[in-house]
């Protein structure tokens, strides 16, 4: 009965997590204040609406979960049981279980039985007595349909014409087959209906005839089409189940009806299997026999040795992170939550545009030369209007960082405890301000980063006290805005990067060259490079090699840059400098020949007009400037994009250095314009991704400006160099 | 620009008319015809968006010449590709009568730069035939058929098979 509540889903949704969030806060204080009883109360509460809001929405085993952990808080409550460490464990690990749960009912995604089994087991059996038998009632009891080893039905079913107009929806019917039985080959008979002249959209012309497979009584099958048997046509034969009808058990037909809902609501392709064992053609059995011999790539690789069974665990780890970002990304439509006095605001500012609006072209239809400065002054309002609505459309976007922070508290303490470390976290500048889009595509990355601090950072207690050091390390997550940009550092007092051992481990792997002199920034540089790690073993929490890079990769992504502080044996800190908002970029208009380019500021460290001996070349054409003794590569960028410059001469064109990943290049035009906040288009939306370009800005005189891609641009200019080369 | 405004109005009428994008075909179709020098060319109607009046393009760098830049639509980058060069014709300066025809193929949306626009015709499937072969002289790739109106001869693009080249 969850479709009419199909629009408050999202709400439910949204305030689900929200609830969890406290709980799991409220959870991770009381383990610190055990006898904090407004602690359990706001715990209780929000466990509580959680479980009401989900038997509202029908989702009987998130109800019945939570009803579990509402029962063992509520002897918490009264007192019955005194809060201990592993009570708030269990308790903490069943708010994991309950987000799986309600992410797999957002999703429609099957969710591990077994571990929900295993707590709902084990709430039951530590609340016992007090609370409800342990164990005897599965949380998915209610939900499994019964299995399918009875009969089955031939339904025919023509639904009274009327059944729109009453507001009733056919696929109500079909989630209800659904969950008493296996709903096998809908097929739907369109022939009644009319040309689209003729039809009128409120009158139903379609009829179904359907195949269910249900232990279900024909009365009970009948009683589904209660409300719409009037009128309409209904014929419900049993027909004998062929004797190889499988007897599955509970877990696999509650996965098979559920993929029957979404072949119905979605109409997805089904596997080859599937559609032989419908059409009868094959039995199950034979289909599973067939399906258990066939072999995983991963294992045929390790047969024919092609691959070591590490590495295939590790792809496979890849894959399964893979898999998880994009359900992740799936969820992440989420809306935003906004303050009613933002959006006051802005209807007020609206108002004043139509004013403003209306003004100027009151002016314009009687416009006399007397009245210029008139004029000007309007327009000089309609920019103010026009700017505070910008900045305040923006606003809205902006949510605390709090919100990505939150989720530390949790990941800190379950990692002292893994790695048998003392942890404190130390979280500052919560409050600061940042375009949501931002926040949540930083979660992963400083995920990353802090785990770097507990696993490979900070040392373990007994190794602090030999270092004269206090036992427990300190890990500092700190916000901050700075010049436009918003700094976040993390920061460990740990034993800081060892700068030999990178070097070493370097070599040994082929990253760079035995004996090769790198500058500090250089090593550090090479902790980001995919596939390095110093970490002796690799360990379930990191280790791999993937992390740094990916945490580079992302934030450059955004627009941003990682940088290192490190000091041996007191500790290392990682800034992230990131922009307030990916639509909007400060930008510096540069001129090439006819060619208008954006460069984005965040990536120019000083522009230049060299003088005619500072511009060297090597080994015939690759061209060098010395900016202040340092020799950086030159890219022109008329070259790059093949356009008409104005000048070929370095010394009377202007040079940008420019910075990418660490790499500094000097790019050459001939003009800059001027710095100016431009609004990124995409490219993509209907055309492709071009080589060289990051986006595409509307410009001033309504042309379309490109915003340059500098690692792109360095990438060109080196094909075009190999190219050369090679010819 | 009058005629242009003109043909907006029967371009919009005709999406009218045909109520959904599949209704127009049962009874032949109906077709946005312009020119390319003397050449006549037709698009189905309903890929046409809107006739845009010829603005100043922004140059693509490292496109193929087809693709002649992007345009600001309202808010969104628009590529935009000369049909004359696609075509292997050479190109002409910007006349007055010069049109950007905007069409939607796989919800991208893209300008075509053509001569002039003429006409809304309707052509009778009978009227059509497929494309003839040339051989490799004259590439016809981009060509769903030819058709024929009055004395008229219409080759009518396939606008799908266009922007996959592109």
Same mark, same amino acid.
């Given at each position: 009965?969850?479709? =009419?509540? =199909? ?124 609370? =409800? ?65 003729? %039809?009128?959209? +409120? ?11 249900? *232990? ?11 409300? $719409? ?76 040795? *092609? ?14 992170? !893979?898999?998880?970002? #994009? ?31 209306? !003004? ?11 009245? $210029? ?42 990692? #002292? ?15 600061? +301000? ?25 040392? %373990? ?50 990253? $760079? ?11 550090? *540089?090479?902790? %980001? ?71 984005? %500021? ?56 420019? +910075? ?22 995409? !490219? ?25 891609? $500098?690692?792109?641009?360095? +990438?060109?200019?080196?094909? =075009?160099?190999?190219?050369?080369? #090679?010819? | @620009? ?107 949306? @893209? ?16 009227? @059509? ?38």
């Amino acid at each position: 009965m969850s479709n =009419e509540f =199909e629009q408050f889903q999202d709400a439910f949704f949204e305030e689900a997590a929200e609830h969890l969030a406290i709980v799991e806060e409220g959870l991770l204080q009381l383990e610190r204040h055990p006898e904090d009883l407004d602690l359990l109360n706001k715990i209780f509460r929000s466990a509580h609406s959680i479980k009401g809001a989900s038997g509202m929405f029908g989702f009987d085993a998130v109800a019945q979960f939570t009803h579990k952990m509402e029962t063992l808080l509520d002897l918490l409550r009264s007192g019955k049981k005194s809060v201990t460490p592993g009570l708030t464990d269990l308790l903490l690990k069943s708010t994991d279980c309950l987000k799986t749960l309600l992410d797999g009912v957002k999703l429609n995604a099957p969710v591990d039985d077994n571990v929900v089994q295993r707590l709902s087991t084990e709430l039951a059996a530590v609340s016992a007595g007090e609370g =409800e038998r342990a164990s005897a009632s599965s949380p998915t009891a209610v939900a499994e349909p019964p299995a399918s080893s009875g009969g089955a039905y031939d339904i025919r079913w023509t639904p009274p014409e009327w059944l729109f107009r009453r507001g009733l929806d056919p696929l109500q019917i079909f989630k209800e087959l659904a969950r008493i039985g296996r709903l096998g080959r809908v097929n739907v008979d369109t022939s009644r209906l009319p040309d689209l002249n003729n %039809m009128n959209p +409120e009158t139903c012309y379609l009829s179904w005839t359907m195949r269910l497979e249900t *232990a279900a009584s024909p009365k009970e099958v009948e009683s589904v089409f209660e409300f $719409v048997r009037e009128d309409g046509e209904l014929s419900i034969e049993a027909v004998a189940v062929p004797d190889s009808a499988p007897t599955v058990s509970g877990a696999d037909v509650q996965r098979e009806a559920k993929s029957a809902t979404l072949e119905i609501s979605e109409g997805g392709p089904k596997s080859i299997g599937e559609i032989l064992v419908e059409s009868g053609a094959v039995s199950k059995e034979a289909l599973e026999r067939a399906l258990s011999q066939q072999k995983r790539v991963g294992e045929i690789l390790i047969e024919q040795k *092609a691959a070591t069974p590490q590495q295939i665990e590790q792809a496979l780890q890849t894959q399964r992170q !893979m898999e998880a970002a #994009a359900q992740a990304k799936k969820a992440d439509t989420a809306s935003i939550r906004v303050d009613t006095a933002k959006i006051d605001k802005l209807i007020n500012l609206v108002g004043e545009l139509v004013i403003t609006q209306s !003004m100027l072209s009151d002016l314009g239809t009687r416009f006399e030369m007397g009245q $210029v400065h008139v004029l000007l002054e309007r327009i000089a309002q309609l920019e103010r209007n026009t700017r505070e609505i910008q900045e305040r459309v923006m606003s809205i976007r902006m949510v605390p960082i709090g919100t990505a922070f939150s989720r530390f508290p949790r990941l800190v303490r379950d990692l #002292a405890a893994k790695l048998g470390k003392k942890i404190q976290l130390v979280l500052s500048g919560e409050e600061t +301000e940042l375009d949501k889009t931002v926040i949540e595509a930083i979660g992963d990355p400083l995920t990353h980063l802090v785990r770097n601090a507990a696993d490979h950072g900070l040392e %373990m207690p007994e190794e602090r006290l030999d270092n004269n050091k206090p036992e427990t390390g300190v890990i500092k997550l700190n916000a901050f805005h700075e010049s436009g940009n918003i700094c976040i550092t993390v920061e460990d007092d740990g034993r800081g990067l060892n700068r030999d051992k990178i070097l070493a481990k370097a070599v040994k792997q082929g990253l $760079v060259a035995d004996g090769a002199a790198l500058s500090d920034d250089q090593i550090h *540089a090479l902790i %980001m490079k995919p596939g390095f790690s110093t970490a002796e073993q690799v360990s379930d929490l990191s280790g791999r090699g993937v992390g740094m890079d990916v945490v580079k990769r992302n934030i450059e992504a955004l627009g941003g840059t990682v940088s290192i502080k490190t000091v041996l044996g007191k500790g290392t800190t990682f800034t992230l400098k990131l922009p307030l908002t990916l639509a909007i970029i400060e930008g510096m208009t540069i001129r090439v020949g006819r060619e208008t380019y954006i460069v984005p %500021m965040l990536s120019i460290l000083e522009s230049i007009q060299p003088k005619p001996e500072a511009v060297k070349t090597i080994v015939g054409n690759g061209e060098l400037i010395d900016v202040r003794g340092i020799y950086l590569p030159v890219i022109r960028l008329y070259e790059v994009f093949n356009v008409q410059p104005e000048y070929e001469d370095p010394a009377k064109a202007i040079l940008l250095v420019v +910075e990418t990943e660490g790499e500094r290049v000097a790019v050459m035009v001939d003009e800059i314009l001027g710095q100016q906040q431009v609004v990124i288009k995409s !490219m993509e939306q209907n055309f492709r991704k071009v080589q060289g370009i990051a986006g595409a800005t509307i410009l001033g005189d309504g042309t379309v400006g490109f915003i340059l891609d $500098v690692r792109g641009l360095l +990438e060109i200019a080196r094909q =075009e160099a190999a190219a050369a080369d #090679a010819a | @620009m009058a005629a242009v405004t003109a043909l907006e109005t029967a371009v919009k009428q005709s999406h009218r008319q045909s109520g959904v994008p599949s209704g127009g075909a049962a009874d032949g179709s109906q077709l946005l015809t312009f020119k390319l020098g003397d050449e006549l060319y037709g698009v189905d109607i309903l890929r046409v968006q809107e006739i845009k009046g010829y603005t100043a393009v922004t140059r693509i760098p490292n496109t193929p010449p087809a693709i002649k830049g992007v345009i600001n639509l309202r808010g969104t980058i628009v590529p935009i590709v000369e049909l004359r060069t696609v075509f292997g014709m050479p190109t002409i300066d910007v006349t007055p009568f010069t049109v950007i025809i905007v069409v939607v193929v796989r919800e991208k949306v @893209m300008g075509l730069v053509v001569d002039s626009v003429s006409d809304v015709l309707t052509i009778d499937r009978q009227d @059509m035939q497929p494309p003839p072969a040339f051989g490799s002289r004259v590439d016809v790739s981009c060509l769903s058929g030819i058709a024929k109106s009055g004395d008229k001869l219409v080759a009518l693009l396939d606008i799908d098979r266009l922007l996959a080249d592109g």
